[in-house]
């Protein structure tokens, strides 16, 4: 495994709307570093695909997290659990060209964990942003984790993924970025 580099990480975002959000054990903690991963990935000029999970009935993407985001950030509805299984969303992940996915969102354990699944079988690196991933419930959570790492995911941490993308305290959006953990 290689570590993480802005010029080849894509983020991807997994379902975090209202009513799936309101419904984790772990909605603080999750809200927090999703938006943190979110502005780091604006500030950095990593791309970023945000997937929602028949927002009709679920909800659009929190507005904590869409405040975060870039203007160039792609949205996506979908209804099967793996993200893949949009044909579009499959597509703008290979457009940009990227090998590393950092993907987290809800539920851990059902729509992350098929995403993470189907990306390893398209020949990605994709890494987990465990504290930005959710479940309704923690066993189920940590059951998704599980999976993941043993179908060949890279299991880490919002501040893991931010610092090794800035490499650095000289990189020139240091201060920027090391202020959003603060």
């Known amino acids: 495994m290689a570590q993480l580099n802005i010029e080849n ?8 709307q209202e009513k799936l959000l309101n419904a984790v054990f772990n909605k603080e ?4 570093k999703a938006g943190v991963i979110a502005k780091a990935a604006n500030i950095l ?5 945000v997937t929602e999970q028949y927002p009709k009935g679920l ?16 949205y996506f509805e979908k209804t099967a659990f793996s993200a893949l299984e949009n044909e579009e969303i499959l597509e703008a992940v290979k457009s940009y060209n990227r090998d590393q996915i950092l993907i987290f969102g809800i539920e851990t354990h059902i729509c992350v964990s098929q995403t993470a699944e189907a ?3 398209e020949g990605y690196d994709v890494n987990v942003i465990k504290d930005a991933c959710g479940s309704r419930a ?45």
């Open 45 to 49: 000029n990593i791309p970023v695909i």
């Open 138 to 182: 923690e066993v189920e959570y940590l059951a998704g984790l599980e999976r993941m790492k043993d179908n060949g995911a890279y299991i880490m941490t919002a501040e893991i993924a931010l610092f090794e993308w800035l490499k650095s305290s000289r990189h020139p959006n240091f201060k920027e970025v090391q202020a959003l953990i603060k």
């Open 119 to 121: 990306l390893i079988m």
């Open 9 to 16: 990480s894509l983020v991807l975002i997994i379902d975090v």
């Open 59 to 74: 909800g659009s993407t929190v507005e904590s997290l869409k405040n975060g985001l870039g203007v160039d950030t792609k």
């Open 29 to 32: 903690t999750l809200e927090k």
